[in-house]
Nanobody, 129 residues
Framework: VQLQASGGGLVQAGGSLRLSCEAS????????VGWFRQAPGKEREFVAA????????FYSDSVKGRFTISRDNAKNTAYLQMNSLKPEDTAVYYC???????????????????????WGQGTQVTVSS
């Protein structure tokens, strides 16, 4: 099972990036999929998640209204569209999936990294001021 995160880069404040998380060796169409990030010297933090059915999305307060998580089941890929980027968004971004979450898993469950079984290798996002 491999999750390949891509799409990171250097962008100016106010700019946009779209991260992709492509799965191989495993179908994430029915998984809970989340994005997390870790800045230097800080702990990993939850960014966004999309439920197993795709009917619910959850966001941290720091990105709500700026980031959008989505999935393309045909491509076995999840995305994180990041708009209005700020320097404090600078971090390595990781995607992860949990095939065992209940269908009605809510934000508390979805934001806990310990529930996720599969992790991508991370992609660097740097936002300059």
């Amino acid at each position: 099972v491999q999750l390949q995160a891509s799409g990171g880069g250097l962008v100016q404040a106010g700019g946009s990036l779209r991260l992709s998380c492509e799965a191989s060796g495993h179908t994430i169409r029915r998984d809970l999929v989340g994005w997390f990030r870790q800045a230097p010297g800080k702990e990993r933090e939850f960014v966004a998640a999309i439920s197993r059915t795709g009917g619910s999305t959850f966001y941290s307060d720091s990105v709500k209204g700026r980031f959008t998580i989505s999935r393309d089941n045909a491509k076995n890929t999840a995305y994180l569209q990041m708009n209005s980027l700020k320097p404090e968004d600078t971090a390595v971004y990781y995607c992860a999936s949990d095939p065992n979450a209940i269908l009605s898993a809510g934000p508390s469950y979805s934001s806990d990294h310990e529930h996720y079984n599969y992790w991508g290798q991370g992609t660097q996002v740097t936002v300059s001021s």
